[in-house]
Each structure stands twice: as structure tokens, then as C-alpha cells.
């Protein structure tokens, strides 16, 4: 379910494989914690996921099940491209690398990660 409306949400790579890996349905978790949402894929995320493909079926799902969404330009990759776009654009990044998820905090940014392995809250 695609909303246009409200803040938009950035997941990362590892964030959209573990999804499909655990049968999280991602967009379903995003509306419950904050509601009135836009999910979009970066560039950067989504050059990742095809090399991943390769390899990782679950990253070649990924791509199929969240095909719909729309592809954001970004520049850099990994978890430069991540910040910098998030922290740039006011975006809400979904990750579980808590690395990743300090840097942005730290710049004023906001996380959601998956705790008890099903559950997207707020990275405090």
C-alpha cells in the first residue's frame, strides 16, 4: 500500500532482503508506526540489490516485490549515499546497522529499524 502523503521512508539493502527473508511485510509495519507514508528506492539501494541478486535470491526477490516503488537519483554508495540523501531530503531511513543509524541520529535525522526481528520502531 502506497501512500503519498506524509514523510517519506528510505529502506536500506539489508532492511528489503531481511524483509523477504522473514516474511516482514515492510509497507504494512511502516503505516502502523507512522501512519500517512511515501516508501522510495535509491539508486544507490537498488544497484546494490541487483549486484546482490546474483547471489542472494532473496535480494532478486526484493526487486520483484518492491518493484513498484519509485527509484530515487542518489550519488555515492552504501551508507554515505543513505545519510547524506536522508539527511538532505528530511527522509526516514530504515536500517538495522546501528553505525549507520548513530550517524544519522547524531546529524538530526530520523530511524526506524526492526527490533524482536518483525518490528519497525524508532532508533533511539
Known sequence: MQRSS????VPDTNTLIYSVKQHID???????????????????????????????KEASMAIKIFSSLEVKESYGSGDECLEKTCLENDFVLITNDRMLAKKVIEKGGKVLNLRDGRNLKWYR
Do not use: F, M
Not at 6 to 9: D, K
Open 6 to 9: 506524509g514523510r517519506t521512508v
Open 26 to 56: 515492510l509497507e504494512w509495519e511502516i503505516s502502523r508506526v507512522i501512519g500517512s507514508h511515501r516508501t522510495i528506492l535509491l539508486k544507490c539501494v537498488k544497484n546494490e540489490l541487483e549486484g546482490l541478486s546474483l547471489k542472494i
